[in-house]
């Protein structure tokens, strides 16, 4: 069992809907929360970044981390076709400190 | 433009050939990380720097290595190269450990033929 699970998608929402993307994990140590984003054959830039359980917002996204459950998932407002991207969500904190990547959910949002 | 500085954009070789990628961090980083990115997958950590010492590895291939220089540019270095290497490597840096956010380059597109 992979320690950071996310469902590759394609996923796919029509403009202005809200869209959710998750991932579960195994580790309980993990504390740091990362979501990026990246376009196609371009590198990843950081969405979001939340430390240990709660809701953070910035804009249309907002990032949240159920630690009891061992969820975490961003959700995105407004959906616009622009936000047609992979969507990565990756985790730290275990013994090593080491960036723990999920496989990245691929988002088309249709005009 | 997250800082992160890769060179080559494209590179096109053969197989069995050497090839050596470089990247220059933000300014202030000093962990340098590199990842391996194939069509359609997720990425795949390869090695981790810290101030010109290797932190962590991950599944990096023996042909492969890498090194980080005193004033913190990194080379990733992969030889004997094969088709399945065809890929994206893309380079990160964070101030200094994975707790910290990484920033990645733009990436370097290996194309072995």
């Known amino acids: 069992q992979k320690e950071v699970e996310q469902d590759p998608g394609p996923l796919s929402v029509p403009e202005g809907a809200i869209v959710s993307l998750n991932c579960t994990y195994s580790n309980s140590a993990f504390q740091y929360f990362m979501w990026y984003r990246q376009y196609s054959r371009k590198g990843p830039e950081l969405l979001m970044y939340t430390y240990s359980s709660g809701n953070k917002e910035d804009g249309r996204f907002t990032a949240q981390v159920d630690k009891s459950s061992k969820y975490i998932s961003l959700f995105i407002r407004d959906s616009q076709p622009s936000d047609s991207a992979t969507y990565l969500c990756a985790m730290s904190g275990g013994s090593n400190y080491q960036l723990i990547w999920g496989a990245g959910t691929k988002l088309i949002i249709k005009p | 433009d997250s800082g992160v500085t890769q060179t080559p954009k494209h590179l096109i070789t053969a197989t069995g050939q050497r090839v050596t990628l470089r990247c220059s961090p933000r300014?202030?980083?000093?962990?340098v990380y590199w990842y391996q990115q194939s069509l359609d997958q997720g990425l795949q950590f390869l090695i981790q720097y810290y101030n010109g010492e290797e932190r962590a590895k991950g599944n990096i291939l023996e042909r492969f290595s890498a090194q980080q220089f005193p004033d913190l540019h990194s080379e990733l270095n992969l030889s004997s190269l094969e088709l399945g290497d065809s890929a994206l490597y893309f380079c990160?840096?964070?101030?200094?450990?994975?707790?910290?956010?990484?920033?990645f380059g733009a990436g370097t597109r290996l194309s072995v033929l």
């Open positions: 990160a840096s964070s101030v200094e450990g994975a707790r910290d956010i990484q920033y």
């Open positions: 300014s202030g980083d000093l962990s």
